[in-house]
């Protein structure tokens, strides 16, 4: 396991937590983003430790879009902590918005993160891999980013420290006055299509589904023309 050396406390704790002898190093070398980089490597060679990951859920060779959640019980939010340390990012938008962010070519992965933060807070998110190079990126912001941070990042938690301390600064937001909270994606369903448009107008529509006159009425002009599958 390799990882920048201003990193490397994570892994002398994974070191002093694995029941197997391992070994840590540094090396500096030339990459794609600095001249000088040095990292850190933790060595576990163990046959016996390797058979036991690999048991417990995590892939030999190449893994980046199979590798999933264990594959046992687990502790679901310290994994979550660990994809997020390993792929994601916390901090403030150029915006200033608080954020929590992941980035992953594995649709597992990509799926459980999603499914934690949705069981946590309600958010829902529809999960596309990105043109460009082929991963998901999953966004949360503001009062959902600052759940998912307090959940995560507790107190004493093994975690980096550069996000643990980021996480401390996402909690410490306040909306600005007078910043209104964006109400939760509808997720449209076929029947709720077809009492949009069987409503007289959509003044009863939104009366009946329980939604804002603009969202009904641009629902429904998608409907109309074509943008969206009209239900059956």
């Avoid at 892939?59 to 997020?84: L, N």
């Avoid at 390993?86 to 929590?100: E, K, M, N, R």
């Amino acid at each position: 396991m390799e990882i920048s050396a201003c990193d490397s406390a994570i892994l002398y704790e994974f070191q002093r937590l694995t029941p197997y002898n391992s070994t840590i190093s540094e090396r500096t070398r030339s990459t794609n983003f600095a001249e000088t980089h040095t990292s850190a490597i933790w060595n576990l060679h163990s046959l016996e430790a390797r058979t036991t990951v690999n048991r417990l859920g995590l892939p030999y060779g190449r893994k980046s879009k199979v590798v999933g959640p264990p594959s046992v019980a687990f502790s679901q939010r310290d994994y979550v902590r660990g994809i997020v340390d390993a792929d994601g990012s916390i901090g403030y938008t150029g915006q200033g918005l608080p954020f929590v962010s992941l980035t992953t070519a594995s649709t597992a992965v990509a799926r459980y993160f999603s499914q934690h933060a949705h069981a946590l807070t309600g958010a829902e998110r529809t999960l596309t891999r990105n043109a460009r190079d082929g991963v998901y990126n999953v966004l949360y912001v503001t009062e959902t980013a600052q759940a998912l941070a307090a959940d995560l990042y507790y107190p004493d938690c093994l975690a980096l420290e550069r996000k643990q301390s980021s996480a401390t600064s996402v909690l410490s937001w306040t909306r600005p006055a007078g910043s209104k909270v964006k109400p939760p994606r509808i997720r449209w369903t076929p029947e709720m299509d077809r009492r949009l448009l069987a409503a007289p107008t959509i003044k009863h529509a939104a009366s009946e589904l329980g939604y804002s006159l603009s969202a009904c009425q641009v629902r429904r002009w998608k409907l109309r023309n074509g943008l969206v599958q009209q239900p059956d």
